[in-house]
Structure formats: C-alpha cells, structure tokens
C-alpha cells in the first residue's frame, strides 16, 4: 500500500522546488494535494508539470487571514478533507547586518515566515483529520546563528515555538506536528543568498558554503521531501514536536 494513499495534502509555497518536488512524492504516494503560492501563473505551471489529475492549486497570500480560511476550505470542497499539512511557504529577506537591515523587509520576512505559518495552522488544523500531520518548515537557521540574515533567522526560530505549541494543543487528536530543517539546499532561494553574501562572486559563496557541510555538498530538494514524506505518514506515527534536522552534518559542528 503506498505511503499516503487516500489521503489530502495541502502544501504551501506550492510553486517552489521544495513544495514541488514534495507534492510530486505526495502523489506518487497515493495523495491528493493543494498547492498554495501567491503566483498564479507560477502555480498553473507546477500543475501542468505535475500532470496529476489528482493536484489542485489556490492562489493565496499566506500572510493574510482571509487568504488562508480560502486556501483551507478550497482543499475541503476539492477534495473532502485534509489529512496532511505542509507548512512550507517562506522568504529569505535579503543580507544585511542587523543595523543596516530595513526594516520593512524585517516585517515581510516575518509577515510570511512567521504569521504565514501561524495562520495556516490556525485555519487548517480545525477542519483537519484527528491522526493528521503537519510539517512546519523551519531551517538549520531555525537552530543555530549566521550573521546578516536576521529576519530569516528570526523568522525560522519562531516556526519552532509555533509547532512545539501546536503539537501539544493537537495532540488529543492524535495530530502530529513537526519541523524539518534544512541545510542550503541547491534552489532559487540560495541563488538569491548566495549573490547576497558575495555580490558577484555567487558561486564562489556557494563552494564556501558547501566546505561548511560536512557532508561536502547542498541538500537537494528530493531529500528535504523524502524527510518531509516521513513525519507526513503513518511511519512517524509516533513523532510530534520534534526538529528533525536534514543538513549533511551542518548543525552538529
């Protein structure tokens, strides 16, 4: 039997490589998923590519109440429930020192990061399954310290606080909630740091960064949604409020 069969899955940043790459796995699986990003067009494409009769997509501001009470119903009325909860959706902000960073950007990277994320468990756990998942994604950012990425840093510590609060609240219901911890991962949103931290010397940035990991490398988006596939089935049924950390050894130095 696969490993979310008859299952409904939501995903936010949908559009992205993570949320991608996890919703292609998801449906391998057996699962039915809603895809959420703020882009339509980007979001079309990602359905189209996909090729599943069984995906569906609800464009949506994650920082925005409203915008999250539609993304959860839609998945109801598509599909008639929700069992996993993907709580993906993310920005990075941009690379400056904390006195030199602006601080309408503090509040965007937080408005997503951290409100995003709150909120999507604040409207999708009710209408959710009792023995559910949600996967939060936070970052080794979320555990450990780096300079001039303060709002992401910020951001991703505060996921944190949100899942280990909602895995004790959902737990009478049987309702698993946990976060998945990234090192880099070879994405667009790496790109955008590593060209942050090294202005036209992005891809030397990144050979410094990967001599940092002790396995030698960036995690790649398949990884991060093989450790996401876990805590989202019946596997990891015995796993809530944990951090499970996916960085070839990056945290542990």
Known sequence: MKKLENKVAIITGGAGSIGQITAKLFLEEGAKVMLVDLKKEAL????????????????ADVSKAEDVQRYADATVKAFGKIDVFFNNAG??????????YPEEMFDKVIAVNVKGAWLGIKYV??????GG???NTSSVAGING????????????AVVGIMRAAAVEAAPRKIR??????SPVDNRMMRSL??????????AAQKELEKTIPLGRYATPEEIAQAVLFLACDDSRFITGTTMVVDGGLSVQ
């Open 91 to 100: 920005i990075e902000g941009v690379v400056k020192p904390i006195a030199e």
């Open 125 to 130: 756990l009710p209408q959710m399954n009792d």
């Open 44 to 59: 079309q494409k990602a359905v189209k590519d996909l090729g599943s009769e069984h995906v569906a997509y609800s464009v």
């Open 177 to 182: 909630v946990n976060s998945v911890h990234p």
């Open 194 to 203: 590593e060209e942050g931290f090294a202005p036209g010397h992005a891809e």
């Open 146 to 157: 780096s300079p001039n990425v303060s709002a992401y840093i910020t951001s991703k510590h």
């Open 133 to 135: 998942s949600i996967i």
